[in-house]
């Protein structure tokens, strides 16, 4: 009787042990999600900066001048344009 | 053994100082147990708060507003965070120095920022929102008392002035004021969240004390507007604007087939991103919230109203003399011609051919054919003020009324509920319901109008309008078939016409052989000479036409006139691209 008591005692101590050990990895874990989620947070506060900076950068009005000043584009002429009409269609 | 029994060590005490040493640990166990039952009893939810101020901690979630972009997901408006300062008086100490750092920091005198400090208020009040990177580092490394940042977020509109009446900006709450921002507020909004946590020693987040109520993020939305389109009515518009000293002007450009508003311009412009010296003028929507009298872009109705009917035929030849008597009223023509089909009268525009077309109906008739055309009601758009025109009812008409109702006077539209109307004759009598936002094309149901062959009948009228002998010659988009009409309208000042404003319009489509696309141009005021329609609007349409079409690939119906110029060498090819 009292040597079943003994290992009990001792399963109680392991048990207890585990439970410590689950709690301390839970909350290391937590710790770590909440790191992460501020992570996530920060990364979309960055995707909608660069998003941002890039609408500026391909905005037409900026796109239209660097066209005509830099790249020296023009739209093209309708003399220049030749419409091709695939034989066989309706 | 017996302790007692030994004589040694039996205590040989007075009874008095028994009584007292009990009596004394006695009251000291009162005394801690009485301070004990006052801490965990009587002030225990004092002390549980003040146990909990340091380990506890209430967070909200922060919920940002959805974006806005364009058709093809080309932003238009956006919020990302900044950081503003706020103050509290109760807590703030400066001293003279960070007093005077602050101000050089924040680009304030020394004064000015004095100013901002003293404020009565007993909570937090902003000194500066926002404030940029830069500056907020350097008020963080103060460290001052009663000083400190908070995250915010701003609105930023990338697309700038181009988009800025249809996307509306919002004010420093983060609140819609005008435009799409106003209107779908609700959707864009988001819900900050709530969450309370237990820190440890460190900071750290250990756990939560109850369920989380997370934030709701604000929805995105996806506008019909294509930026391209957009930009160049813009462009387009602004342009034409600064050339014929006009006092103001829109452009608007729908498509056809779904009612989707592709671009939608005004001027004059503001700038949505630049929140100082706002101006009530400039912000207005012209083009939805503004109504103007038509003029003789409202004639195609007539026509199509008495070939409905039945009581002629676009070939039928009307008397037009100069000038026609109605009660008191004359209406004349400018270019006279004596006889013209009904064709031809749309093609020059006449007024009397259309009042005598006009009177061939009853007030009713033609009522009821302006009504169901959707003037007078409202356009369905619903962007914040749009206006619902003005369409007398019949019983009110007088005869002069009548008729000069049938080249558009005494009645007023918007240039966006003018060329929805123009969808009937565009999309064989079917007018499809308005939206902003962008939609797939099988949830929408249309509302007839005009039968499809009356509609093809109107539409090969306008047709004419954009060829030799027609008003609007200048709006001709090569490669393509463009169907329209022009409008000169005068406009009234105090009440009487004046004979020296007007408003210059032309609402056309194209290709006219299955149009697919909408433009409503109007010109407020042009005082550069001209003033017709035609020569005014016709050219801002033909360069919006062209490179809308340009923009969708839609193939050219008419491409004898390209194929004609292609024979001409390259090195007498123009330059100019307009029509």
Known sequence: MSRLNVILALVLVACALAVIQAQHRARTYFVELERLKKEARMLDEQWGKLQLEQSTWANPARVDALARTRLGLVAAPPERVHVETLVGTP | MNYHSRKLLKLNLAPWRMATVSGLLLTGLVLVAGRAFYLQGLNTDYLQGKGDAVANRNLTLPAHRGQVSDRHGQLLAISTPVESLWARQAELRLTDDQHAYLARVLGLSVPALTEKLRRKTRGEFSVQRPVTPEQAVKIAAMGAPGLHLRREFRRYYPAGEVAAHVVGFTNVDDLGQEGVERAYQDWLAGRAGERQILRDRRGNTIRD????????????????????????????LAAAIATHKAKGGSVVVLDAKTGEILALANQPVFNPNNRRNYQPGPMRNRAVIDTFEPGSTIKPFVAAAVLERGLLHPDSVIDTPQTWRVGAKLVRDEHPHPQMTVSEIIQKSSNVGAAKMAMM????????????????????????????????????????????????????????????????????GEVMPLSFLKREPQEIVGERVFSASVAREVRAMMETVTQDGGTGT???????????????????????????????????????SNPRLIVGVAIDEPSGGVYYGGSVAGPVFAQVMAASLRQLALPPDAPETATRMTQNTPAAARTDGGA
């Open chain 2, 474 to 512: 200048r709006t001709r988009v090569p490669g393509y078939r463009v169907a329209g009409k022009t409008g000169t309208a005068h406009k009234i000042v105090n009440g009487r016409y004046a004979s020296d404003r007007y408003l210059s319009s032309f609402v056309g489509m194209a290709p006219a």
């Open chain 2, 209 to 236: 004390l109850a369920p989380i109520k997370t934030a709701q993020m604000g929805g995105n939305l996806a506008l019909a507007l294509d930026l391209k389109i957009q930009y160049l009515a813009h462009r387009e």
């Open chain 2, 361 to 428: 109906l009853t007030p009713q008739q033609y009522w009821e054919v302006l009504y169901r055309a959707g003037f007078g009601q409202l356009p369905g758009s619903g962007f914040p003020g749009e206006t619902a025109g003005r369409l007398r009812d019949a019983g009110t008409w007088k005869p002069v009324e009548h008729a000069t109702m049938a080249y558009g006077y005494g009645l007023s539209v918007s240039l966006l509920q003018l060329s929805r109307a123009y969808m009937a004759f565009a999309n064989d």
